[in-house]
């Protein structure tokens, strides 16, 4: 049927989005929408109204009759009953202005509510009323402002995503395509790209998994106590051929034992992206280097190069999801997922650098101190 929609109760419903306003408004799930809201919230007012009308009356008549002003069975005189109307009304006008106060809003509230449950985005409600509902409304906007942040970051990591599989997926689709066009032999020269860009996206899915984990809260962490030095001389040494082959100094600085409460497997994690990314952007020559240092109520682990630095402006962008130059290789996720992982453990990390080249950068992670 054209330009027309059924309700429910067999009756056409106009044209358009009936869920918007202005139609055939109805909340998500049967649930009354706004104007349903406001409506039942305005016959509670006028209840609450004629409610505080009803106990004034009877609270002057009382009152009078003890201070002798009214008879019990005698007629009412009209001075009386003009100051038990006057009562009334002055009550009902102050109660009907102080309830209307704090019912707007929440009428506001409730409107707002059910546009943002329909997904709009940039709803926000005028923060006023009572304390109470003054502090609804804030409560209101800072949620709709992390609603907001959260779709903007999601659109932005699924685009990021996208493009991050489009390129192994095309090199997969070009190989098995020549192949099977008879361009290329199936041989293991020709297979072999394709099982390293399959390799290439399980690690951007891995790391996805434990960003998502991190960003979550939700990542298991197994603690267990461990010597700082030697998480720096386990990762050391895991990196030590990637550096000799890359012609760079690997060192671990000498330092006392520092007992750390942590999950071994996710700081190795952490320092080992580190190292990777010093690594790649540290030229032959040059050296990186790992200590370990206390700052009560803190234990510091370093990460510095001496490779081409990172431009100040560019410091607070570092560990941002597929952050990266054009020419670095990578998922983009190294120091996001460090960032990630670094917070799981209650601690922060930072980056330093003047973007000078040879001057490198010093990347500082700071963990709680054992208690």
Request: charged residues 20%; hydrophobic residues 45%.
């Amino acid at each position: 049927m054209t330009g027309q929609q059924q309700s429910p109760t067999g009756r056409r419903r106009p044209p358009g989005n009936p869920w918007r306003r202005g139609g055939w408004h109805r909340g998500r799930r049967g649930m009354p929408g706004p104007r349903q809201a406001t409506g039942f919230i305005g016959c509670m007012v006028v209840a609450l109204v004629l409610f505080v009308a009803l106990i004034t009356a009877l609270a002057t008549w009382l009152a009078g009759t003890l201070l002798g002003v009214v008879s019990p069975g005698s007629a009412v005189s009209a001075p009386t009953a003009l100051a038990v109307l006057v009562v009334i009304v002055v009550s009902v006008t102050v109660a009907g202005r102080v309830l209307g106060r704090a019912v707007r809003p929440l009428a506001s509230i409730a409107e707002a509510t059910e546009r943002l449950a329909d997904g709009e985005p940039g709803v926000r409600v005028a923060v006023g009323g009572p304390g109470a509902v003054r502090r609804l409304g804030a409560s209101f906007n800072a949620m709709a402002d992390r609603l907001d942040r959260s779709r903007t970051e999601r659109r932005a990591l699924l685009a990021d995503v996208t493009h991050e599989l489009r390129t192994p997926l095309q090199v997969i689709a070009g190989n098995v395509e020549a192949m099977l066009d008879g361009v290329h032999p199936r041989d293991d020269a020709h297979l072999a790209p394709i099982l390293a860009e399959t390799a290439v996206m399980g690690r951007l899915l891995d790391d996805l998994r434990t960003l998502s984990l991190a960003e979550a809260g939700a990542l298991p962490l197994h603690r267990e106590e461990i010597d700082a030095q030697r998480l720096l001389a386990d990762v050391a040494a895991g990196h030590a051929v990637a550096a000799r082959d890359a012609r760079v100094e690997l060192s671990v600085v000498d330092g006392p034992a520092i007992a750390l409460d942590v999950d071994p497997v996710r700081v190795r994690e952490v320092l080992a992206n580190l190292v990777v990314n010093a690594l790649r952007h540290t030229p032959a020559g040059g050296s990186v280097r790992l200590a370990a240092t206390t700052s009560d109520p803190w234990v510091e682990l370093t990460v510095a190069d001496t490779g081409e630095g990172i431009a100040p402006a560019d410091l607070d962008r570092v560990f941002e999801r597929f952050e990266r130059r054009a020419e670095a290789g990578g998922s983009g996720l190294g120091l996001t997922i460090a960032r990630g992982l670094v917070a799981a453990h209650g601690g922060t990390i930072g980056a330093e650098s003047d973007g000078v080249p040879g001057h490198g950068t010093t990347i500082r992670v700071r963990l709680p101190a054992r208690g």
